[in-house]
């Protein structure tokens, strides 16, 4: 990491709401305050007998996963979405990453209230000294946080479009993973507000990237699309071997690495690139999936149905003063 | 739009716009994750405008609409604005005959709530969901799915 001092915007205006150059930043602002939330209002503790049901090797997996997050959420909130702030093209653009900033920082004490709800005071000490200790994940933070203090704007939003669409992945799996078999499922419900979360951030940067592209020459654009995947196979290759740190003593580092392909690709898709893993190894344990989204699985793919006949959709909520039928 | 797949009919009312035959109608904000889709498809598709204020097509055969679902909370206003607009009227309605997704797994129950509400709505089957742009696998899915639904449809509609 090189200890220079962050750049600050260099010219400030009154923020205008009333004239909207892009509106994206309106949608994504409104969005955000939307799905805003607050770990106070998860009912973690009534996870705390099904945390008793955890071998010790599960427990201290948890919270190694957990830490991880917590200093990817940590770099994020304090680096990464401030970083982007002086290269904002709008000033609208400039308020949506001081609220991904803040909402990174809720992230990452969200953690603390699940440690504090399930674990000893030594307990949670010794998992964030392993996260300060264990190489792979140091290295992936010092990957991407060289770019946030590297001098090119275009590859600062590449660098935190991969860690909110990749790199939380890893870790993100495993709390799917307990919910799945119906453990911990409120540290699940927290989580997925996270997942959430992270995907409105990393959809609004990789549109900023594309925005950022437009009208460069195809030289500059041909040399951040090599960079793109240049990155994403560095990041990648610490990815496999830190999940091994993590899953092999579990034997679930097979089914992680599945999903880190499955995310990668999403990640790409949010730079305006192409998928890179083929479906042969994307194929996310169902269950998993099903966790993430239950309208993920096959069965809702008409398609591939062998009949005729249909299932029509399950009943939802409609608003319906916004329709005239 | 493709220009080829909008012909500029008159207008029959004036929030109702050109009209169009495609079989495939996509919205998609200025982000183009749809809009790269259908692309990808290589299928002619007419695109409903962008802005809300903007005034909406008119099919003129049936179709099948591809539209994207951003996360949202419990669904407030999943459908996009346009796509209220484009099926407020009537003709439109009654010749829609699926509805495709988009969306990201990331927002949970809500991922590709916009299809589910108008199949609901429109009493037509939610044919296929995809995340993002789409990837390789799901276009091939698509394209041939797309193919067989229609034929079907035809071969249904003869035997009647």
Redesign the interface.
Request: aromatic fraction near 14%.
């Given at each position: 990491m090189t200890p220079e001092k962050l750049k600050l915007a260099s010219h400030v205006v009154a923020i205008n709401w009333n004239r909207i150059e892009?509106?994206?930043d309106v949608?994504v602002w409104n969005?955000l305050c939307?799905?805003f939330w607050l770990p106070e209002k998860v009912p973690l503790s009534n996870d705390i007998q099904s945390w008793a049901t955890l071998t010790p090797e599960e427990q201290l997996l948890t919270m190694r996963v957990f830490t991880g997050l917590t200093l990817l959420d940590t770099l994020q909130g304090t680096v990464g979405a401030v970083s982007l702030i002086p290269d904002a093209i709008t000033p609208h653009e400039e308020a949506v990453y001081t609220n991904i900033a803040f909402m990174e920082s809720v992230h990452a004490k969200s953690y603390s209230s699940i440690f504090s709800t399930l674990c000893s005071t030594k307990e949670i000490d010794e998992a964030f000294r392993w996260s300060v200790e264990n190489v792979n994940l140091q290295k992936k933070a010092q990957i991407v946080e060289s770019y946030y203090y590297g001098d090119d704007p275009l590859k600062r939003k590449i660098a935190s479009t991969l860690l909110e669409s990749f790199l939380f992945y890893s870790g993100f799996y495993l709390p799917m993973y307990w919910s799945s078999r119906a453990k911990l499922t409120n540290t699940a419900d927290l989580i997925?507000l996270i997942?959430?979360d992270?995907?409105?951030h990393g959809?609004y940067i990789g549109?900023k990237y594309?925005k950022g592209l437009e009208g460069l020459s195809e030289e500059r654009k041909a040399e951040l699309k090599d960079y793109t995947f240049e990155l994403m196979y560095e990041l990648y290759e610490n990815e496999v071997q830190y999940t091994h740190d993590l899953y092999d003593s579990v034997g679930l580092a097979e089914d992680v690495k599945k999903f880190l392909h499955y995310n990668a690709?999403?990640a790409l898709?949010?730079l305006?690139y192409?998928?890179m893993f083929p479906?042969a190894v994307?194929d996310v344990n169902p269950a998993i999936?099903s966790a993430?989204?239950?309208?993920?699985d096959e069965n809702?793919?008409?398609?591939?149905g062998s009949g005729?006949s249909?299932v029509?959709?399950?009943?939802?909520?409609?608003?319906d003063d916004?329709?005239?039928? | 739009m493709t220009p080829s797949s909008v012909a500029a009919t008159s207008a029959t009312s004036l929030e109702i716009g050109p009209s169009t035959s495609s079989q495939l109608i996509y919205f998609s904000s200025i982000s183009e994750n749809t809009h790269r889709f259908v692309k990808k498809l290589g299928v002619e598709a007419a695109r409903l405008p962008v802005y809300t204020r903007d005034e909406t097509l008119l099919a003129k055969a049936p179709f099948v609409l591809v539209l994207p679902t951003y996360g949202g909370d419990s669904g407030h206003g999943a459908v996009p604005k346009q796509v209220i607009k484009f099926l407020n009227v009537a003709q439109n309605r009654t010749l829609i005959r699926g509805v495709i997704g988009a969306g990201n797994t990331n927002f949970g129950e809500t991922y590709c709530l916009a299809g589910d509400i108008i199949s609901v709505k429109c009493q037509v089957p939610h044919l296929y969901r995809f995340e993002l742009m789409g990837t390789s696998e799901d276009v091939d899915r698509v394209h041939e799915g797309l193919e067989e639904f229609w034929t079907r449809l035809s071969l249904n509609q003869t035997q009647q």
């Open positions: 892009d509106e994206k949608e969005r939307n799905n997925r997942i959430r992270e995907a409105v959809y549109y594309q690709n999403k898709m949010n305006g192409e998928a479906a994307t999936l993430l989204s239950p309208n993920a809702h793919d008409f398609f591939s005729s249909y029509i959709g399950k009943a939802v909520n409609t608003e916004d329709w005239d039928f | -």
